[in-house]
Nanobody
Framework: QVQLVESGGGLVQPGGSLRLSCAAS????????MSWYRQVPGKERESVAY????????NYVDSVKGRFTISRDNAKNTVYLQMNSLKPEDTAVYYC?????????WGQGTQVTVSS
């Protein structure tokens, strides 16, 4: 059974940091590209960060470049999103995504709230 379980969300003050984790199981993690998406109510889900299966390629949406870092540990079947210098506009539910060819898996999401 495919599972993606996100953790690490919470409430943080502007300028603070959080590290999200996504633990994967039930599929061959090392062959999948991984991404983090986020969504706020009333808006479409937005791709935030991408990492290739080997970790050799990463991409970020412009709004988080220089603040967020995506990484993966294929030995632990886990992908991470380090978020620094958080802003109120980063508030959203963050989702982990695994993709390989036409196979597409999603986690249940973790809430990140940036507020003073």
């Amino acid at each position: 059974q495919v599972q993606l379980v996100e953790s690490g969300g919470g409430l943080v003050q502007p300028g603070g940091s959080l590290r999200l984790s996504c633990a994967a199981s039930g599929f061959t993690f090392r062959t999948y590209a991984m991404s983090w998406y986020r969504q706020v109510p009333g808006k479409e889900r937005e791709s935030v960060a991408y990492i290739s299966s080997t970790g050799g390629t990463t991409n970020y949406v412009d709004s988080v470049k220089g603040r967020f870092t995506i990484s993966r540990d294929n030995a632990k079947n886990t992908v991470y999103l380090q978020m620094n210098s958080l802003k109120p506009e980063d508030t959203a539910v963050y989702y982990c995504n695994a993709r390989f060819l036409r196979l597409d898996h999603w986690g249940q999401g973790t809430q990140v709230t940036v507020s003073s």
